[in-house]
């Protein structure tokens, strides 16, 4: 649910985002904003492939998921930029 509701709020903003960040010159703060923004989207891949290896426990993705043993750095990395 919590995916979905991200994934909403990103389709609603990604108008704003392309007239205002993407046609802007490169700087540090648009660097910043486009990491903060994108890399929660790697927390809803791992949590989907931690779901796949429930599907299809003998994947590779089963693998990936005890590698990463359920912590999702995404939303941590991005709250320690902002703090």
């Known amino acids: 649910?919590?995916?979905m509701v991200y994934l909403w709020d990103y389709l609603l903003t990604l108008g704003m985002e392309v007239d205002l960040v993407w046609k802007s010159k490169w700087n540090f703060m648009k660097?910043?904003?486009l990491f903060q923004r994108y890399l929660p989207f790697t927390d809803i891949i791992w949590l989907v492939l931690s779901c796949l290896s429930y599907i299809?426990?003998?994947s590779y993705t089963e693998l990936l998921c005890r590698e990463s043993r359920g912590n999702f750095e995404g939303g941590r990395v991005s709250e320690g930029i902002l703090h």
């Open 31 to 33: 660097g910043l904003y």
């Open 1 to 3: 649910m919590a995916c």
């Open 56 to 58: 299809f426990p003998s």
